[in-house]
Nanobody, 125 residues
Framework: QVQLVESGGGLVQAGGSLRLSCAASGRTFSNYAMGWFRQAPGGKEREFVAHISWSGDITYYGGSVRGRFTTSRDNDKNTVYLQMNSLKPEDTAVYYC?????????????????WGQGTQVTVSS
């Protein structure tokens, strides 16, 4: 089992920044690749935001956030981060971190094994 707890969400004006953290406990954190997903209100499907490999040397981003968001990890602290800059109202969503083994299907939420409870990010115009 891996337990994940997100923090750092909140209300921010358009153009602002937030940094989300996801703290892991349980099994060896460095065995897992980590992903960030978000779900906007209105029953929309969970959207891929970012992925980082277990070592931190490979990252992928969703098209809507590429160039604005950056993910990183500190395996000594069992924590993964999502730095979000130039935020837009359409970035408003609940953001989740998730853990998976292996390097394939990193963009598909169905292949992640463990999930945090989510943290709300609201961007006002």
């Amino acid at each position: 089992q891996v337990q994940l707890v997100e923090s750092g969400g909140g209300l921010v004006q358009a153009g602002g920044s937030l940094r989300l953290s996801c703290a892991a406990s349980g099994r060896t954190f460095s065995n897992y690749a980590m992903g960030w997903f978000r779900q906007a209100p209105g029953g929309k499907e969970r959207e891929f935001v970012a992925h980082i490999s277990w070592s931190g040397d490979i990252t992928y981003y969703g098209g809507s956030v590429r160039g604005r968001f950056t993910t990183s990890r500190d395996n000594d602290k069992n924590t993964v981060y999502l730095q979000m800059n130039s935020l837009k109202p359409e970035d408003t969503a609940v953001y989740y971190c998730a853990a998976k083994r292996g390097s394939t299907w990193w963009h598909d939420y169905r292949f992640y094994e463990y999930w945090g409870q989510g943290t709300q990010v609201t961007v006002s115009s």
